[in-house]
């Protein structure tokens, strides 16, 4: 075998390798974005702060003033207004960034509802855009904005 051959090889055995590790990634984030609406649904709040990043902000359409601090009160005060809780998540993209694979980014919408019985009481229809990071081997959101 010559040495050109060899090197083609060798370069599409990386690029299988960094193929293979973009679809983990991408589905690692989906998995991530399935727990965090399960977690929703079954008020689990450390389960949700267990998803954002130390650094994490999020906001609506007013700004990104939200940190991870104020996401723990907002999620006190929505689990005790709201005893039963809806989360419906469709169209969800992920695209991992293909020159840092540690990053990614996951648009999604997503219907919110709440109420204290069968019926909910308050809805929403949101497109929401996040920006997650691999942390230790963790994704882990560190933006997301909703409108």
């Not at 083609?8 to 998995?31: D, F, K, N, P, T």
């Not at 700004?63 to 207004?81: C, S």
């Not at 840092?100 to 929403?124: C, D, H, I, K, M």
């Amino acid at each position: 075998m010559n040495a050109a051959v060899a090197t083609s090889i060798a370069l599409l055995l990386v690029l299988l390798s960094a193929c293979g590790q973009r679809q983990g990634s991408e589905e690692a984030v989906r998995e991530g974005i399935s727990r965090l609406g399960t977690a929703l649904a079954e008020r689990s709040a450390g389960d949700v702060l267990g998803t954002l990043a130390d650094s994490f902000l999020g906001g609506g359409p007013g700004g990104l003033d939200l940190d991870k601090e104020g996401a723990q009160r907002l999620l006190a005060v929505y689990f005790l207004r709201y005893h039963r809780i809806r989360v419906v998540v469709t169209q969800v993209e992920v695209a991992v960034d293909p020159y840092e694979p540690a990053l990614a980014r996951a648009t999604a919408n997503v219907a919110l509802a709440g109420g204290e019985r069968l019926l909910p009481s308050s809805a929403g229809l949101y497109f929401v855009e996040s920006r997650w990071r691999e942390i230790d081997g963790e994704w882990q959101i560190t933006r997301l904005e909703w409108r």
